[in-house]
């Protein structure tokens, strides 16, 4: 288990005043992506110093190095190669040396310490410069506990994505998704958690029953699944904390793709009775299900939209799979999804703007619409790529692949544009990714 | 359309969300697709068995076992075309077979499990699998079989028998199972 998070923000002492005659950009248009040059050479620390994690010289080499691989696998941001950076001593932290920074290129650089403090704690600096303006953007400080020094860097990334961007941030985040192993006939399916960027991987479950479609709760200690315990395919919810588990609905017909409202009280998910799948509501606690589609087609893989007011949600009801959206009491069911092919596994964004899905039709692509059904967009090309899910900004989305055959998956991420697709890391093969919100 | 995002010191980064703003400029009619054609397992159902039987010699097979009833019905399993949960012809076939035995064995019960092609989404084929193995189940149960006696279980694409990217693997795995206590 993780130690309890403690990561402060310190208020460093204000920057300075901007001046404004540099114009420097990053246009991503038409596809075509030109990633900011970016400095982020190794954080020296004031006096080197023992920790849980590591020295503190060690660290300030980790942490520019975890920010550089964000901004990286952004696609927005090109980082100089660390091999070729200055090294820079700690007076210099706030007062850079922007003329030879001038010269390598960079148009951002991103300075920092690391600093063990007397009570255990380390706390991470961390600046933004424009390099031609010579002119400080931000700066923000963590406290930490060493186990997390990750975290500080993540956010450091975050603080410099958010400032140059104006998108909010994502890399301080966690995905749950399902690790796999075996061959095809009979994978081994486990629960693992791990950061965003693949690091602090832990198994949550032993592989003794085949695991579906995890979904955290908005605070993220808990997570709902699909388990095949004792060989009864149901919806459980699993205690992070604990490693402890529990039926959401105990009567025997299966029940299935659970998702959290955003508020964390209800679980909306799909029940098969006699044949026929609809969508239901039930409180986290348990409790009665409220049954909120009717048809006698197969209703499944429903998402509340952010302000948990509506559910956007796929029914074969008109023949092949399509999605559709209804108030949150089930109320109101319109279909949005009007292209060629077949639609699967929709998504809300975080930000409410778009909704992820699986087009079906010849293979499986990863594609986005608005919730009106407008502004169809493919992102992804290969044989199968299916359950898209969005990051805690909405910029980026994580899927997973499967191979042609062989069955075996990995997870993959991809941003709006379509352009910047990447394989995220895993231990094993992995599916059914679900990225988590920002962590508190 | 680009979106620009100024910074206080003067650095931009546009963003491209282009394709989200054109892409609504070419929304298509609404569109309902065609059933898929009927494919292979819709006529060839039955002598495959696709491995899911024990492997015991059915000379040899204990009375009221699993290899007893294989043997005796010929497979415990039926095939389905694609996205389809009708019994045709050939699994009517197995099914009536597999209700004489279970007529005659009064006192199994037996679990019918569902499963689906790689084809579908994973939840989608989770329901497909469910409502094959329901159709094979209310099959039985209309042949006289109580439906008290056969419960079912859906594995979705999660459990293929046959493991290529391929029409003939695809229809072996559109199957449902009737399982009989070993």
């Known amino acids: 288990m993780r130690s309890p998070l403690s990561l402060l923000a310190t208020a460093l002492i204000a920057c300075a005043a901007a001046p404004a005659d540099a114009q420097i950009r990053v246009d991503i248009t038409g596809g075509i992506a030109s990633p900011m040059p970016i400095a982020i050479p190794v954080m020296p620390t004031p006096a080197t110093a023992a920790t849980a994690a590591g020295d503190t010289a060690g660290l300030g080499a980790q942490v520019a190095q975890v920010v550089t691989n964000d901004l990286k696998n952004s696609g927005l941001f090109n980082p100089l190669p660390a091999g070729s950076l200055r090294p820079v001593a700690f007076t210099q932290v706030t007062a850079p040396d922007f003329p030879g920074w001038t010269s390598t290129g960079a148009q951002a650089l991103v300075q920092g310490f690391v600093q063990a403090n007397g009570d255990g704690t380390l706390t991470v600096g961390c600046y933004l410069y424009d390099v031609f303006a010579q002119s400080e953007l931000t700066r923000q400080g963590f406290v930490v506990s060493p186990a997390n020094w990750r975290r500080a860097a993540h956010k450091c990334a975050d603080t410099v994505y958010t400032r140059l961007t104006g998108e909010g941030p994502y890399f301080d985040s966690r995905v749950v998704y399902v690790s796999e192993t075996g061959p095809k006939t009979r994978r081994t399916k486990r629960l693992a958690i791990m950061d965003q960027d693949g690091a602090n991987h832990r198994f949550l479950t032993n592989g003794q029953s085949i695991v579906l479609t995890p979904r955290f709760a908005p605070g993220q200690q808990t997570i709902t699944y699909m388990s095949y315990t004792n060989n009864r395919p149901r919806v459980y919810v699993y205690d992070v904390g604990s490693g402890r588990q529990r039926l959401v609905v105990d009567q025997p017909n299966m029940t299935f793709s659970p998702r959290f409202s955003p508020d964390g009280r209800f679980i909306v998910f799909s029940m098969a009775v006699n044949g026929n799948t609809d969508i239901y509501r039930v409180s986290a606690s348990g409790g009665t299900p409220q049954r909120l589609t009717t048809s006698p087609g197969i209703d499944s893989s429903a998402s509340y939209s952010p302000d948990g007011a509506r559910i956007v949600f796929e029914s074969d009801r008109s023949g092949g799979q399509q999605l559709y959206v209804m108030n949150a009491d089930g109320s109101n069911q319109q279909r949005i999804s009007f292209g060629g092919g077949r639609y699967g596994t929709p998504v809300w964004s975080p930000r409410g703007d778009l909704i992820a899905f699986t087009k079906i039709g010849g293979g499986f692509r990863i594609g986005i619409m608005a919730p009106d059904g407008s502004g169809e967009k493919t992102l992804t090309n290969a044989w199968q790529d299916e359950g898209p899910t969005w990051s805690p900004n909405g910029r980026v989305i994580m899927f997973f692949r499967t191979g042609q055959g062989s069955g075996k998956a990995d997870l993959w991420s991809v941003d709006l544009t379509g352009v910047n697709e990447r394989r995220v890391p895993t231990p094993l093969d992995g599916s059914d990714p679900a990225w988590g919100p920002l962590l508190p | ?182």
């Open chain 2, 1 to 182: 359309m680009t979106q620009s995002v100024s910074t206080r010191a003067g650095l931009r980064l546009l963003l491209g969300v282009a394709l989200i703003a054109t892409a609504a400029c070419s929304k298509k009619p609404p569109k309902e697709l065609p059933p898929p054609p009927p494919t292979a397992g819709e006529t060839t159902g039955g002598g495959d068995t696709s491995g899911m039987n024990d492997g015991s010699a059915t000379g040899a097979a204990l009375p009221g076992s699993r290899a007893d009833f294989i043997a005796q019905a010929g497979s415990d399993t039926v095939l389905f075309g694609t996205d389809m949960i009708d019994i045709d012809s050939t699994a009517r076939a197995i099914l009536d077979r597999q209700a004489a035995w279970l007529k005659k064995y009064p006192a199994v019960r037996v679990t019918i499990e569902g499963h689906a092609d790689e084809r579908g989404t994973r939840e989608y084929n989770l329901a497909l699998g469910d409502r094959r193995a329901n159709s094979a189940k209310n099959y039985l149960a209309a042949a006289g079989i109580s439906a008290s006696r056969i419960s079912t279980i859906s594995y979705g694409k999660e459990r293929p028998v046959a493991t290529g990217s391929d029409e003939s693997a695809w229809a072996q795995n559109r199957r449902a199972v009737t399982v009989v206590p070993q």
